[in-house]
Every structure is written in C-alpha cells, then in structure tokens.
C-alpha cells in the first residue's frame, strides 16, 4: 500500500489508524511493514512528533 505523500494527510491517515485499530506505532509499523524512523523524519520535518502516551502525532 502507498502512504500519502503529503505530510498532511499522511498525518491524518497514521493518526486514524492508531486511533482505531493499532495500540502503538510499532504495532501499526510492524502490520503494515513501515519503516518507523522514516515515517517518524518524514512527520517531523512537517512539525509533527510521536506522542506514545496519547498514541498519536502532534
């Protein structure tokens, strides 16, 4: 599966699927065979970071 490419939506598309169907972002990484650090830098250059006590980006 392509991932959004723009960080936006790419935001929005990793913040619905912790929300509904992973516990963590290595749950989500691991099932949808993600690269962690790469998805990590790619929302972090657009201001975004991983929030593991809420399991979200902000």
């Given at each position: 599966m392509d991932l959004?490419?723009?960080p936006f939506?790419?935001?929005s598309y990793i913040n619905t699927k912790?929300?509904?169907e992973y516990g963590s972002l290595d749950a989500l990484c691991d099932d949808m065979d993600l690269d962690r650090a790469g998805?990590?830098?790619t929302l972090a250059e657009a201001g975004?970071?991983?929030?593991q006590q809420i399991n979200?980006?902000?």
């Open positions: 959004p490419k723009d939506i790419l935001l912790l929300r509904d998805l990590e830098k975004f970071e991983y929030m979200q980006f902000r």
